[in-house]
């Protein structure tokens, strides 16, 4: 048996992904347990910040620390809020130099269907696996967060910014011509950005595989508070969901904070 408190899985880009999930005793390796039966008992939840046994509010966090917190501040979800670049503070300047004045990348990447992202230049490749794209590619680097928030804003105006989870799940995606899209998108891109494009001579399309042995054909999202125990046989990972025989899957990703109980079994 294991317990902890759920944090986003830990990726490594290998030939399929590998998947560590952290708990109290250490780090379990995801990839072992598939075709195995998995015991999940939901035993309450913690703030990943304060780290009070306490209801949570949103990503993780308790009410409180949700709106104090620098690393919740709107600026995450909606990066052309940041104003590190000119020395005003949302919530905390110094945690906002740190993570906003640092290069960031906007990219094209395919999950569902093709989308326009941005993240933190070390963030890559894990923001391209936790989204669960199959490829993706790079489009510019710029050295802050605040003009990858522009060029992600205009590019909103001709590619999704958000992935299709069921489809991603389902494994459902659409053929994409590459050097179309990039040519497209750089064709959409303001002036002022124009300087950070970076230049393919051959464009480098990242590729992904996911440790997965069967896609369910209908998803039911497992809710730990509706179904405080689950059981089934772990079929696969994408993304950051565990994918179930009963086409059941369970997002790491967005009950962070919760407490549970592993119980695996063969």
Known sequence: MFEGTLNKMITEKSDPINYFIKMDTGFIHMNQLIGKKINISYTGSRCLNCNKDIVLFRQGFCKTCFFEIPSAG???????????????????????????????????????HLKVGITRKSQLP???????????????????R????????ALK????????????????????????EYNKALDFLPNELKPYIIR???????????????????????????????EGKLTGIKGQYLIFDDQTVFNIRSNEGQKIKLIISN
Do not use: C
């Not at 605040?146 to 804003?153: D, I, Q, T, Y």
């Not at 001709?158 to 799940?169: A, F, G, H």
């Not at 399309?205 to 809710?223: A, G, H, M, R, W």
């Open 126 to 144: 894990t923001r391209w696996i936790d989204q669960g794209a199959h490829e993706a590619i790079t489009l510019l680097e710029v050295p802050n």
């Open 157 to 180: 105006s001709y590619y999704s910014d958000k992935t299709n989870w069921r489809k991603m799940l389902q494994n459902e995606s659409e053929s994409v011509f590459w050097n179309e």
């Open 74 to 112: 709107d600026w995450i979800m909606r990066p052309e809020l940041s104003k590190a670049h000119l020395g005003v503070e949302d919530r905390d300047l110094e945690y906002e130099k740190k993570i906003q004045l640092q290069p960031h990348i906007i990219y094209l990447a395919l999950s569902s």
């Open 146 to 153: 605040f003009l990858s928030g522009l060029g992600e804003v």
């Open 200 to 230: 393919h001579d051959k464009i480098l399309i990242s590729e992904f595989k996911f440790p997965v042995d069967k896609y369910p054909t209908k998803v039911k999202s497992l809710n730990l508070s509706k179904t405080p125990n689950y």
